[in-house]
């Protein structure tokens, strides 16, 4: 069968059951997969129940109820469907929802994964909605949330914008007035709610000299064109609310900087993704911002309430996700401090650093992401982090950049390969990944990651190292 045959299939699975269990990730993806098949399922009568889980390991395999339930695992199981099967779990009463790299097992467990069929850019939360709207074509008004699921996974970040399936859910939601679609946008995260310096000061995608990562030279830059940047009613003024005339000269401007340093152009620019119902300077107005906040959750442990989010509460649970937010940035920022600080240790072709166990393992990654930037962005970064409640494991994660995959990079298969070898086990995306190792065996898995680094690059002839 092809990929729009599996979501037909898995429609008409999924009218066949009373009652269901959703098994989804706590990130962004995960949260708004998970919302979308709740309200989709619980429109066609169906009894729902939800667990989320950080990874699917036999730990956490005990949070899925042995019960007569149908069990929907969406963003996660198909690269662990060998727990499935040592759960008992048989080919009837499961149906995976994923786009991760598919592990079989000698149960063929039916499964919508967008990923075998060549759609790489679609996220788990955009297979759930295909599945929701063929249930039933009303559903078409969750596109928002799939929308959120792909910009929060990255599935935007490498073309600018969502594309393939993923660009036509986008539209499914701006034909009912839902999403707005702005095509040549600022490519910049925090256009809703951002003073415009600290906004363009954040940037690295693309690096912009004298004004990423340097909030003052922003603001002497925008200062310089003259435009007004305060509003005598709302204050400092975020790029959503810029005139559009004076955007033009900003994005001009920007662009005769990148020039003057020998850089281009193309990544000056993005599509994205406005929710107009949403009220103005809230992380609730464009998809990315909304994902962050979802993601705030998650890390923090509390995905319910991401969840409640997503399916309209804009009372307690949207209060205490923004409290949640302003305390998952103040930590990813003392962490982005304590990683410059430290120093990172440089191979060849990766630079790494151990944290031991001063942060959360949930939010590592993030904040080796954004280290990056001020780091030497050619390599991949790998981050460890002690395990407290697990003290024989480490968890490692990695992130590189657009442009270091497109040199050859996958980090998925180079930490899924050293991981494995070492008797962990891991996984992602070529430009993200994680995984848990043996403690004992962190030395080892840096020089195999390393290794392995090293041979892509030579197979993809990049010559870069």
């Known amino acids: 069968m092809g990929f729009w045959e599996d979501v037909r299939a898995a429609a008409q699975e999924l009218s066949s059951h009373p009652d269901a269990t959703i098994i989804s990730h706590i990130d962004a993806d995960g949260i708004s997969g998970e919302a979308i098949l709740a309200q989709a399922l619980a429109r066609e009568g169906i009894r729902t129940t939800s667990v989320f889980v950080r990874q699917l390991e036999p730990l956490t395999m005990r949070q899925v109820p042995r019960d007569d339930s149908f069990k929907i695992f969406c963003d996660l199981g198909a690269g662990q469907q060998n727990l499935l099967e040592e759960h008992g779990l048989s080919n009837e009463e499961v149906l995976i929802i994923d786009h991760h790299v598919s592990q079989d097992c000698g149960t063929a467990y039916q499964q919508v994964n967008c990923l075998p069929y060549g759609h790489t850019k679609l996220s788990a939360a955009g297979v759930a909605y295909l599945v929701a709207r063929e249930l039933d074509a009303s559903n078409a008004d969750l596109a928002p949330l799939a929308v959120i699921g792909n910009v929060g996974d990255m599935m935007a970040r490498e073309d600018c914008g969502l594309i393939?399936?993923?660009?036509?859910?986008?539209?499914?939601?701006?034909?009912?007035?839902?999403?707005?679609?702005?095509?040549?946008?600022?490519?910049?995260?925090?256009?809703?709610?951002?003073?415009?310096?600290?906004?363009?000061?954040?940037?690295?995608?693309?690096?912009?000299?004298?004004?990423?990562?340097?909030?003052?030279?922003?603001?002497?830059?925008?200062?310089?064109?003259?435009?007004?940047?305060?509003?005598?009613?709302?204050?400092?003024?975020?790029w959503e609310e810029i005139p559009d005339e004076h955007r033009k000269r900003i994005t001009s401007a920007l662009a005769q900087q990148l020039l003057a340093h020998g850089e281009g152009i193309s990544r000056l620019f993005a599509e994205s993704y406005i929710f107009p119902g949403e009220p103005e300077r809230t992380p609730l107005r464009n998809a990315q911002e909304f994902a962050t906040l979802l993601n705030s959750c998650g890390r923090w442990s509390r995905p319910s309430v991401g969840g409640s989010i997503c399916r309209g509460d804009r009372g307690t649970a949207y209060r205490q996700a923004e409290h949640m937010l302003t305390n998952h940035r103040a930590v990813i920022r003392e962490l982005l401090l304590y990683i410059l600080e430290t120093g990172v240790t440089e191979l060849s072709h990766l630079q790494f650093i151990h944290v031991g166990d001063r942060y959360p393992d949930t939010i590592v990654g993030i904040g080796a992401g954004m280290a990056l930037s001020k780091l030497n962005m050619d390599k991949p970064i790998l981050i460890m982090?002690?395990?407290?409640?697990?003290?024989?494991?480490?968890?490692?994660?990695?992130?590189?950049?657009?442009?270091?995959?497109?040199?050859?990079?996958?980090?998925?298969?180079?930490?899924?390969?050293?991981?494995?070898?070492?008797?962990?086990?891991?996984?992602?995306?070529?430009?993200?990944?994680?995984?848990?190792?043996?403690?004992?065996?962190?030395?080892?898995?840096?020089?195999?990651?390393?290794?392995?680094?090293?041979?892509?690059?030579?197979?993809?002839?990049?010559?870069h190292r």
């Open 164 to 238: 393939g399936p993923a660009r036509e859910i986008a539209r499914d939601g701006a034909s009912q007035g839902l999403i707005e679609i702005r095509e040549r946008d600022l490519n910049c995260y925090g256009i809703s709610t951002r003073p415009l310096h600290v906004c363009l000061s954040y940037n690295d995608d693309p690096f912009i000299p004298g004004i990423s990562n340097n909030a003052p030279g922003a603001m002497k830059f925008l200062q310089r064109l003259g435009i007004p940047l305060r509003d005598p009613v709302k204050g400092t003024l975020v």
């Open 385 to 463: 982090v002690e395990q407290p409640q697990d003290p024989g494991l480490t968890k490692v994660s990695m992130r590189t950049t657009e442009r270091v995959v497109g040199w050859g990079i996958d980090l998925q298969q180079a930490i899924a390969e050293a991981s494995s070898a070492l008797g962990g086990a891991g996984g992602g995306h070529r430009i993200a990944a994680g995984a848990y190792i043996p403690r004992e065996s962190e030395q080892e898995f840096v020089r195999r990651v390393n290794e392995l680094l090293s041979g892509q690059y030579a197979e993809a002839g990049a010559g």
